[in-house]
């Protein structure tokens, strides 16, 4: 029997578009296979990010209203990545804290602004869902995988945003397991990986990485799996160690674990290789 198509409005963000398609396409691939429709705002903009603010706050405020302006009323929004998140979390809490500003914004942009919108994470998304029922056979297709779970940071949201200050720590651990992946313990799972430095200082953030994945390889890891683009991508591109194993974003794990042809070109986007692991296990 067919699945229902639920619609929900996606804001990918600009490293989903670029250095993080492989993210992009497992989460789409992912969505529809659980009956989600992700519905890409038309035109959306860069966030702001980290930069935007520190040079011109009402400019970083602006893109992100923009961004807000475009979302549809009734629906969720969808922003899986924790630094977008922050920034368009931050945006609509200005506006219901100044109703004459998000007027003010309405008329710019004219259209309306939904002070009532539902911000989402990819957690909120995922959780409490049993992804064996969408998994042929129920079949634990991860089993023999060995990971680390790094959360990052950027899940801690700033205290004027307390109302969005959920913990997700164990989630990624809870839906890989009971797909027959095996969480390892270790202590990094929410050390900065300096991402906000690693253009500008990568000197300094090189030995922080290393000592990452150091400790995913001392706990006996195949690979480490994040929710972060850009800890995924400041991983990748930092590590100089001799001896490296993937990072994986948590969507690839999950489209994995139901099934897909589309691994290959996935694959191909990342900087270590996680084809051998993957066949070692006899995932694909």
């Not at 659980?34 to 038309?42: D, P, S």
């Not at 893109?63 to 922050?86: D, E, Q």
């Not at 994945?213 to 160690?241: F, Q, S, W, Y």
Request: charged fraction near 20%; aromatic fraction near 8%.
């Amino acid at each position: 029997m067919a699945l229902t198509l639920k619609d929900v409005s996606y804001f990918p963000g600009c490293s989903l578009a670029t250095t993080a398609e492989e993210n992009n396409h497992s989460m789409l691939e992912l969505c529809r296979k659980i009956g989600v429709n992700l519905v890409e705002l038309k035109d959306w903009n860069c966030c702001g990010s980290s930069s935007t603010p520190s040079i011109n706050d009402e400019l970083a405020f602006a893109l992100g209203v923009r961004n807000l302006s475009l979302a549809p009323k009734g629906i969720p929004l969808l922003v899986p990545c924790p630094n977008c998140i922050v920034r368009l979390r931050q945006s609509l809490h200005k506006l219901k804290q100044d109703e004459k500003k998000r007027l003010s914004y309405e008329e710019k942009w004219g259209r309306p602004i939904n002070p009532d919108l539902e911000i989402i994470n990819f957690f909120d998304l995922v959780d409490g869902i049993d992804f064996l029922d969408f998994s042929k056979n129920r079949k634990k297709r991860l089993q023999g995988l060995k990971f680390v779970p790094y959360y990052g940071c950027m899940l801690a949201q700033p205290s004027k945003l307390k109302e969005y200050n959920k913990s997700y720590h164990g989630v990624m651990e809870k839906i890989l397991s009971s797909l027959g992946g095996e969480p390892l313990s270790w202590p990094y799972n929410s050390k900065c990986c300096g991402t906000y430095l690693s253009v500008a200082k990568p000197d300094l953030i090189t030995p922080v990485v290393n000592e990452i994945i150091k400790g995913a390889i001392n706990a006996g890891a195949d690979c480490i799996v994040t929710p972060c683009a850009m800890c995924h991508l400041n991983l990748e591109v930092r590590c100089n160690l001799k001896t490296k194993i993937p990072t994986m974003h948590f969507s690839e794990l999950l489209s994995l674990s139901l099934g897909t042809d589309n691994y290959e070109k996935w694959f191909l986007k990342h900087l270590v290789d996680p084809k051998p692991i993957f066949q070692s296990a006899g995932i694909i």
